[in-house]
């Protein structure tokens, strides 16, 4: 319930909201909000309240920074931080004076500190080493929180204590985030947004142009660098951020409370709109970049990030009040959270007046890179983003330092389940136990390790032979992309991860007949002059049930699969030679559902089940299967694979259903330049995916398979054959 | 939505209500409740509507048996006896002639196929094969569903339609469950409960008094065998049934349903009031019998095997409408289901109208055995059944065939999780692509072994030698139960489960000062005049986050445990020899919250960190993790343990709190023939588990630790120091 004294404070509140973040505050119908504040504001306001009393109650704690992340005092500061923020915000909604001096005391406290503060003893290296914290990322961090709560109270200060925060803390903080780290300052990277977010909202506060100079414009105003320079390159046209959905979460936070600030104390700069309005862009994206509101945690991604984050609290409710899109409220009902500024407020009322509308997830391709052409993520959907089917194909560029060498890869999302799995980052986030909660060394040699993700190893050796610099420099090429309901497809090239070797990817979510849900079609074909060892693993999530063919176990001793580039942690648990798509398969259950993948066997090759966890001493991996198919000595070669769900288990009733494959058979077969898939399901329909490769959408193209003419027009297509007779 | 037929039929449905289980049905205040249903009946009218309506429309299929569970026919048998029962309560609630057409239908079906029927082409071996399934138990159920359904329309069927299925389908029925089927029908076995419930409720429904006699009183009615015999030995004076919860779920529902038909028949028996109230106990101790809903594993269970199952569903509506007690009313609430009979309709219409109340789960000790003097399982519970802890003490006989070899084991439920885990049965139910659904030859190489449990490994053998007969001959001693708030204990001994060793376990849930939680402490004497190899498992569920002591890891080449009775299935990934009480510990996470295992460890010992999954060729086994702590050529030794949880993650928040022990150290000492388990916390609370092993309850003892002196009387107690000065 809301305190008693909240009722009251809040209809003092309204004059006051005006502070905050939005230019729509005039439109938030405040007495009528106020006086009885929907239910989600009004539970923010009482978990902040809480929050807040409970700090007040312990005081005033500002210790001499010592820790790294995780430890006591990096969680002191990040305490302190929030409370100097919601105690800012609780004195502007209830103007009450105790929130005003505590927000006061604990920033005099800060005053005496910072002086006198070096660089952190926890610092990983002296460039990237912050003051208050191990890194400077966290400074920043402190600092767009603080400076908000600070704003909030400024005004109600002594003249004294106002001029020794303002001199002590901020302009000493701002001094130490741009000059005093212009290499951090004057990145085009999440780091550098967080840093000139913090920079220029103080600017805005202590009234200081300079400031807010150099964080719009760079050190050097040339606008080279800065914060808009980082909006026109952080984001493609289609607001995609080039680290990937868990960094951009990360990052948009900053872009969506600066772009705040800069709209309420510079609105001739129409930041909303500045080059299209790629900030509302980029925060849809973000959220489309989900299922069951969990980021797809590919790249450096803690997985069990979702929106139910403060980055997202913030950006929801900054992008409500400046679009009305009901579906947004939608993402706020199921966060059931919000923040305590007048978009926040305005939300809330919204959800509670019945406004919300179901946000639409859909299938969409996002470009990367600046100009949109270095790559794409394409995310194929049916149903709905909770229980329905995502199939997620990476086709983005590295991605900068949290970027992983999976080029092509993919992972596929069914039942509320990630099915194909990415293993994101080897990293127990501020667990102090595990590591001082830093990323594991595993996370170099497993988790960015292509043979770590679903795509293709040349040679035992990752994509760009695991230099990240060289993969920043070449992207894939997205092909083809079609959301055609029942046959979407996706396709792309990459070409220069190996020297020689280039391959095509086309990914499929096609609607067969007779099959409970959609299935995945894959074709990855490689072209090379030379000879090599291919790899292309699968790592999934279940328990196996049934394997097609026989397999040589290591059922007494469990060897390694080898000995770089990620293959050291891997232990072989069985090998084995299918010899057609028949016996090519491996069925298991996850939940009340089950999987098969079925492939075309390479003549050279063998198929490789193996699990995660091999040279580990620390335990520091999570230990997952994969299926690996190989293909020794070979040139050009096809992979053509399906994973197909199929079944039910249902352990209260007793009830299992169709626990094995419902696919006959899968067929490849070269027609010219263009490949052909046929599947046959046991019903007997028969389809075809069939390649052309030809970007010419009007082309039509011609091909026999099993003694029938098909025809399909454009770069690819998903052909009915007539029903076989059995 | 209830459709509207089911509105106007309700109405009529009150006189023909008469014929369901209960004998309250006349206090059912029918006009109120069918005029207006409660959601709850209405839902499940509805719900059955759709089912026997699809039924319907797929037409009669009673298919010549063929397969396993699992399979086809034994599916759509199955689907067609559970069909018969609801379609015949549709007649009985709503009256419409179409639902007895349909019962009708599809046992005239039945009556042209059973005469024709000899042993299942399935079966496992010919004693136990059924005729419409692959075991005759799945027959037993048939009728016992079937007979239900048949009742309902019996009446409204043509003389020669009831002869054709009384002659055909029931007795013939009746007969091959009866004197066709002997050894299973005489047996003191959930088996024979199902197939004497079906004998006996057909001869109710046929009016064969013959039926009904020897389904009570046993084949030749001298009551040796039969199902008052039944309820006599199999279940203990508490209502703990030997098998444990699985197979005391599974086997409640022809008690209860049978119990209804004889209370109904034959009320003079007052077969309710049977030893002492046995049965009601029996459904009691069932949910009495579970952590958040779900079953304790131990023994062969499945483990995703709720309260949401149909046979509580029909035990809670029967027992309530008995008892009226609001607590099942709770549980019902909690299974969102019940049953198409005027007990379900009572039930659903006293959950409509509020007078649910929590179910009191609380601290509990079940004895085992038809005396209660075969062991007991003990159940030390703190908090709710859903988040709270509970901590299991299975020493319990060791319960027929579907026992496990694990005396004295325990296991450990905390914040939602199951944290020391019982595997539970190697088995996929009914997964026809996982060896047929059947038994996996796993579940008697690793299931069912010792060192699958958190129990006693002498030499690297199972308990008994791993023969079950032996097992059934030799039980441990309940020695010490106390449910007092803070400091409750369990203790108890096991002799002959080894020649010459026996060993006494005490386990207790403490509260200590500046703990969040409560903390398990174990001590577990083993005495024996020879020299032995102990080995101490621990099976846990979590990842990994810090090992106290150094590690000799198998990083590049995994070795298999051992040979046989289990071991030859456990890879070993390190080993260690922690030397005092400071570093022998293990500290893991599992979803928000940490876990630390501490121990002290064995002089002339080592650790062995282990996971589940060697000599596994078909991926049968579920890949977990074990802690062994191992003593090699001991006589006497004590194995001094705790486990405690602690601290906090929050990955929305990225907020970490005490991801470290909290506890400074243990201490273990003997003090004459007391043990003495001391535990100190980082906060400076220290406190002792003082065991006297003296059954007196009145007698005081004394004893010096840590240079303090303290008293306890009675058994064991848990008694608090002087704070440390720090």
Redesign the interface.
Known sequence: MIPKFLWVALWGATSSVAVAGSDLSSQAEPAAATANPAPLFANEMQRASVFVDRMMEAGVVVPVPKDPG?GYTH?QH?QNFKAINLAGQLYRNTGEQQYSDYVRDVLLAYAELYPTLGEHPARKNSQGSGRIFWQVLNDAMWMVDSIQGYEAVRESLSEADRKNIDDNVFRKAAAFLSTGSPVTFSKIHNHATWATAGVGMTGYVLGDKELVDIALLGLDKSGKTGFLRQTDLLFSPDGYYTEGPYYQRFALKPFMIFAGAIEKNDPSRKIYEHRDGILLKALRSTIQLTYDGYFLPFNDA?R???L???ELYNGVAIAYSKTRDPGLLSIAEWQGRTILTDDGLLLANDLAAGKARPFPFKSLLFSDGPEGNKGAVAVLRQGDSTSGQALVAKNSSQGMGHGHFDKLNWQYYDNGNEIVTDYGAAR???????FG?RYLPENETWAKQTIAHNSLVVDEKSHFDGDAKAGDKLSPQQRFFSAKPGSQISSATMTGAYPGVNFTRTLALLNVEGLGQPLVADVLRVKSETAHKYDLPMHYSG?????GFD?K?S??????LGTANGY?HL?V??TGKPDNAQNAFV?W?LDDR?YTARWIPQVTGEAI?A?SG??????NL??EPVIIQRATDSKDAVFASILEAHGS?D???????A??SQIKSIRHQQAGSADLLMIEALSGEKSVLAISYDADPMKTHRALIGGEQINWTGYAAHVKLGRATK
């Not at 127990?428 to 595990?434: A, G, I, M, P, R």
């Not at 059922?555 to 390694?560: C, S």
């Open positions: 995780g969680e990040k803690i069990d990030k979702s139910k984050t403060n127990f986030l501020n667990v102090e136990s595990k909660g328990h196996i049930t049934r394997v397999l176990s059922v007494d001793a469990r060897p390694v050291q232990w648990d069985a069925t259950i089950f089940l699990e091999a040279n580990d001493p620390q335990f999570r230990r288990y352990g209260a009733e007793e009830r299992t259903v626990s094995d």
